[in-house]
């Protein structure tokens, strides 16, 4: 199947009464969730559920018995298409098994198959067989409550509106009439809707967003793929050695980055175009980072090492760093100090010379200085700290 229908197929209607005919289930059902009250302690049995539950999608396909397959055969592959979008859901919610606090693991309930109610010859009419796809008006026509012109018109499509196709009766099919019932449209009426991006629905984009804000990055390879970003550097320009799938970065590879006067090559895999568990970058200049993502940030061990000899190690929190960290010198120097929320400043910390003695200080901005005032370490710009 196109990967374009696919996407589409991933909103498949809700069970819809109608009049026209009955709503079947596949043998399954729909597929539940789950509830925990905090996923930090139950990860793994978080992720072996809804694991679990992505198998019972790909099961979803039939109904109970051979002989409802033969006679609604027409139905099999809209439980396929759907078992499609139950699998994607599920992935999806898997994210949730990584997070903190409570987790709730939203169940998919958009299996279902609407058949004729009358069998062909009962009413005159054609029986109205099961499909699902989307549509659009190629022009402004008359919607009308029955496959036929003598039947009453409900209302009209405006010429471009976008609609979801659930059934074919002859030359008519039936459509989800703007106000949510069924009726129907000569097929001659509707067209295939015009390509989408599939990526048209992430947001925010980076384009013309502040720097340092979290966003979707597009690649520069112009094929309209795009990462999460937490960090937005409009100087940068990336690409990815993976692939791209539904508009978004997948899987393990390579995110190249260069800048003016740099690059870097950073090694990972992502997931629905976040990054995901254990990412190693190298930069240019010699320096190597490592440590992990969830979510598409940062969060939890990190090592950084220098070109120098520095080695930096502590903690990020959802992307900022935030506890307590190290840094270590060449010279046989260190320094011990905290961060709060991404912040230095006010924070306290020691710092360790080579046969031990120790100079407690405090950050004031990104200026180390010691009990009277001196500077100590600073980063960045030297000018913006008091003379030491």
Known sequence: MPRFWTACLALLLSPLAAAHGKELKPKLGDIGGAFYAEVSESRKVCRGAVEGRIALCGLNTKFEDDAENREHA????VFEWQAESCTAHFRREAR??????PARIEGFTRFGCTVAAKAAGESGEPAVAPVDRPMQARMRTDIRRGPGPGHARVGVLEAGREVRVTGEAGAWLRIEAPDGS???????????????????DLAPKCVAMSPGAACWQELADGKGCRFWYDYYNPGVSWTWSGLCQAGVTDGRGVLAATWAGGSAELFGAFDGGRMQGLWVARYAGGRLEQGHYVNGSRHGRWVDRYASGRVGEGSYANGRKHGRWVDRYAS??????????GSLDGQPGVYITGDGERHPGRWSGN?????????LIWRGDRETCPPG
């Open 332 to 341: 046989g120097n260190s320094l011990e100090y905290e961060y709060r929320d």
């Open 367 to 375: 200026c180390f200085l010691d009990g009277q005032g001196r500077l």
């Open 74 to 77: 027409r139905c099999l592959p």
């Open 96 to 101: 949730k098994c990584d997070g903190e606090g």
């Open 182 to 200: 069924a009726a129907f449209v000569h097929a001659s009426r509707l067209i295939p809707p015009a390509p989408r991006d599939p990526a048209a």
